[in-house]
């Protein structure tokens, strides 16, 4: 980093190791919340006993923190834990976060691990690959998961789409838990593309249902493709009533209504 680049460096504190650099930048930028979308923090190590503010944060090792809030959190290959509540306008790269409390952002793209002991929001689209596990549920406008996700209640404004990793190396090196299925209690989305789901409640105007995915109930008016290898077993009336889903399922060459894929009411 040239002379010309680097703003200022921060000294990290004892057994830290931060750098704090700005692609441009100039003197009185304003108070510590204006955040300068090329101002980025560097984190190798840190541990801090006060919340963490951010404008842009790219962390190469360890970092734990009582509370995040702030622009760009970027993770590479690294180990973030925060204590208490994460906001964040983006959560981007691969790696491990853990939140204890709740994590908020607007855009979320991520490779790895995230374990949230509350609610994780999303006020765009997030895109997950690896294994996401929401304690307090996921909102989103929409989701595409690759993995396993295991929440009590998923809901999207637009389109929801779990899929697998598959049965390689990899997989199996991302994928700690036994059961290669997802388990999301409730689902509400507008349309529901799903691989290896146990989920006790869709409530979603296009569904697909494909390899071994066992879903408790639907609506009835929903259109439907299943596979022959998952199951819905009932369907749910307006009125709440339930009717048994029975055979109808068994057989991918007859839909009860219409390919999700082909959905006329897909947006």
């Not at 834990?81 to 491990?96: A, Q």
């Not at 994590?103 to 991520?110: G, M």
């Not at 009590?152 to 290669?180: E, K, Q």
Request: glycine residues 8%; contains cysteine; negative net charge.
């Amino acid at each position: 980093m040239t002379t010309e680049r680097r703003q200022h460096i921060q000294r990290p504190a004892i057994g830290d190791d931060t750098t704090e650099h700005s692609a441009h930048g100039q003197h009185g930028q304003g108070p510590e919340h204006e955040y300068d979308p090329l101002y980025t923090t560097i984190i190798h190590t840190v541990r801090r006993d006060e919340p963490l503010v951010i404008r842009q944060a790219r962390v190469l090792g360890r970092l734990h923190a009582p509370q995040i809030d702030g622009g760009t959190l970027i993770c590479e290959n690294a180990r973030i834990v925060c204590d208490g509540n994460l906001h964040v306008s983006k959560i981007s790269g691969y790696g491990t976060i853990v939140v204890q409390g709740e994590a908020a952002c607007c855009e979320l793209n991520f490779v790895g691990d995230i374990r949230c002991a509350g609610q994780v929001t999303c006020c765009g689209e997030a895109k997950m690959a690896g294994m996401l596990q929401a304690g307090g549920g996921l909102l989103a406008s929409a989701l595409a998961m690759t993995g396993v996700m295991n929440a009590p209640h998923l809901v999207a404004n637009n389109s929801v789409l779990i899929d697998t990793l598959g049965d390689g190396l990899w997989a199996h090196r991302t994928l700690r838990c036994r059961d290669p299925h997802s388990t999301i209690r409730r689902i509400e989305a507008h349309q529901v593309e799903a691989r290896r789901l146990h989920c006790d409640q869709i409530s979603a105007e296009c569904i697909m249902l494909e390899d071994t995915s066992d879903v408790r109930t639907v609506p009835l008016e929903a259109h439907l493709s299943v596979d022959e290898g998952s199951r819905i077993r009932f369907f749910e009336r307006r009125d709440g009533q339930l009717l048994p889903a029975g055979r109808a399922m068994s057989s991918v060459t007859t839909p009860v209504h219409c390919a999700a894929r082909t959905c006329p009411v897909r947006r």
